[in-house]
């Protein structure tokens, strides 16, 4: 307190009295005691309460819902008449951008994204609705595949003739003018494992139209035909118009969108593939995707060249050197002779791993690829001039380990295991699955199952699940496996089965109004923080057949904004369940609808 002459007193006026610790210490446990009574006597209460009541007043927490995907409707504009065969990913308008040296301007060279055409294909001026399997192997529309330069150059050979409204395919090929029929029975008397299951995939190098491919499925023999978009005109359109499978692709500088060790066979007759140039490094890439103990067929020059020069315009000098070089070049990969008559000669890639550890020695060539080039790498992977050599721990994978035709469909591959997550129990379960959803499918779609549905694409599977359910229905699947995706195409490949890798956020390698079926399940949860939706499913419009029809089983968020787009591409399509009615998945079935450009006649 401060005083009048501003001193300070260190002394307080009057004395605080001093409250003893002891009993402060009383009073405060007194008063706690009071208070848990209290909260005994209050928990008591809602003890007393029933569970039922407890639930009515606590509230378990729950996800939050998430609205569905919405997107503003959208019409697409028709392209113009002279987009009817486009195919964007080798499109001759482009060609002149890319170099001439070993073809590579057939290679695909896909629109950069503001080239990416936002348009319908249209039709043919009088396109029809393809003629139905088993007919269509033997005829087609004309005005579905107008071309006039492959009829007028190849009808001596009996690649297909015009008659009236329609072409006619007898059968025939460059090696085999008088029918592709006694051209296989000659091969099958080389190579008797074509008649017993254990040759099941093949694939056909320059394929003319698909005459080869066509004629081994009865034999039980499944054939990709390849061939690029060239100066044949439309081979794979052909091909897949007959309802034959087929690919567009070219053994250039890049290697064939497959795995390693898949198909039991390839083909070549008179494909005009240039064997021994480059240092024999298109024959790897066939050594690549044969699988050990497979078969490579050569009909054509050099074969049988004693016989043949004079027709080839070359001497026969030449012709012995190229032989002698081709055979000096399998037999460095591995190859050994198998069967030879006539003109067709049958070359076997070894399964014996001595072979192959030759090639490790210094100054061989083609050497081993080292271990740095992924085997199955095959989406714009260069070639290498290296020999792929089959891993000696799958020994099963082998063709004369693998069980025959059609066991081989229900048994789990050797290679199986290398995909993460991949067991006998885990195919097992995914077959059993499929057929559950194919029958389902039937339900939905009754046209599948009948011959109105040939040409079918699974656009992302995994096993080839769907395909194999519906294996014994008059259809072929291309099984298709995201480059992004888990590798599973050997094991689709090893099952009897065939497919290709792709990436959706481009177009694929066929050409429009190719597929009576496109299916997919849960594509755009995958991809779509990748690809553009929209461009995905104008794609899915251009390879789909006027009539044909696209089965959508996709996530519920994304549901309603593929219908929305769809409607703009004139599908018709009705939402329904799967079938065990699950509510954070649906169907969607749609139709495409068959219409002409607004300058055609047909209209």
């Not at 103990?293 to 049988?304: A, E, I, R, T, Y």
Request: hydrophobic share 35%; charged share 25%; glycine share 6%.
């Amino acid at each position: 307190m401060k005083h009048k002459d501003g001193k300070y007193n260190s002394q307080p006026e009057k004395p605080f009295k001093i409250v003893p610790a002891t009993l402060l210490v009383i009073v405060l446990c007194g008063f706690s005691f009071y208070l848990g009574g209290i909260f005994c006597s209050e928990k008591s209460r809602l003890e007393g309460k029933s569970v039922q009541d407890v639930s009515k007043t606590v509230s378990s927490p729950k996800e939050p819902a998430v609205d569905p995907l919405q997107i503003k409707s959208m019409a697409f504009q028709e392209c113009s008449a002279d987009f009817q065969d486009y195919t964007p990913c080798t499109d001759p308008r482009r060609w002149r951008k890319y170099g001439s040296h070993r073809l590579t301007f057939l290679e695909r060279h896909c629109p950069p994204m503001l080239e990416r055409k936002q348009c319908l294909v249209p039709p043919p001026d009088g396109y029809k609705p393809p003629i139905r399997w088993p007919k269509s192997r033997d005829e087609c529309w004309y005005r579905n595949v107008p071309y006039n330069w492959i009829n007028k150059q190849k009808s001596n050979q009996n690649w297909l003739r015009k008659q009236g409204e329609k072409f006619l395919f007898p059968g025939g090929g460059t090696m085999f003018p008088r029918g592709v029929g006694a051209y296989v029975d000659l091969m099958q008397d080389l190579i008797p494992e074509m008649r017993d299951g254990t040759v099941r995939t093949a694939i056909d190098t320059g394929c003319g139209v698909a005459s080869w491919g066509g004629d081994l499925l009865d034999r039980g023999i499944l054939t990709v035909s390849l061939a690029p978009r060239d100066n044949h005109e439309a081979q794979v359109q052909f091909a897949l118009e007959r309802g034959i499978p087929a690919i567009l692709g070219v053994i250039s500088t890049q290697r064939l969108p497959f795995p390693s060790n898949s198909f039991d066979m390839a083909h070549c007759s008179r494909c005009l593939i240039p064997w021994t140039e480059f240092g024999g490094i298109y024959l790897l890439e066939v050594h690549r995707i044969l699988r050990p103990g497979g078969f490579w067929v050569l009909s054509g020059p050099p074969v049988n060249y004693e016989n043949r020069w004079r027709g080839w315009n070359t001497t026969v000098e030449e012709q012995k050197s190229d032989y002698e070089k081709l055979e000096g070049l399998l037999t460095s990969m591995c190859f050994k002779m198998y069967a030879k008559k006539d003109d067709i000669a049958v070359w076997q890639k070894s399964s014996d791993s001595s072979c192959y550890n030759k090639l490790a020695e210094p100054d061989v060539y083609p050497a081993k690829c080292d271990d740095s080039l992924e085997p199955d790498s095959a989406w714009y992977t260069p070639l290498r001039p290296c020999v792929v050599v089959p891993k000696p721990e799958l020994k099963k994978s082998a063709l004369e380990s693998l069980p025959k035709w059609p066991e081989r469909l229900q048994v789990a591959p050797e290679r199986i295991s290398n995909v993460p997550g991949g067991s006998s129990s885990a195919l097992k379960h995914d077959d059993s699955k499929w057929k559950v959803r194919a029958k389902h499918y039937k339900k939905l779609l009754p046209a599948l199952g009948t011959n109105e549905i040939r040409n079918v694409m699974d656009m992302n599977t995994v096993y080839g699940g769907f395909a194999a359910a519906v294996i014994d229905d008059p259809l072929w699947t291309m099984n298709v496996v995201s480059s992004y995706a888990a590798n599973t195409l050997p094991v689709v490949y090893d099952r009897g089965l065939i497919g290709t890798y792709h990436d959706w956020c481009e177009a694929f390698s066929t050409y429009p109004r190719t597929y009576d079926l496109l299916h997919l399940d849960g594509l755009f949860t995958a991809e779509s923080h990748r690809c553009d939706m929209k461009y995905v499913l104008l794609e899915m419009d251009r390879i789909l057949r006027p009539k044909g029809y696209a089965l959508i089983r996709e996530s519920s968020y994304f549901i309603d904004a593929i219908a929305s787009i769809a409607k703009g591409l004139r599908w018709s399509c009705h939402r329904e369940d799967t079938e065990y009615g699950v509510a954070k998945e649906k169907l969607l079935v749609c139709q495409k609808k068959l219409w002409y450009s607004a300058s055609s006649s047909s209209r």
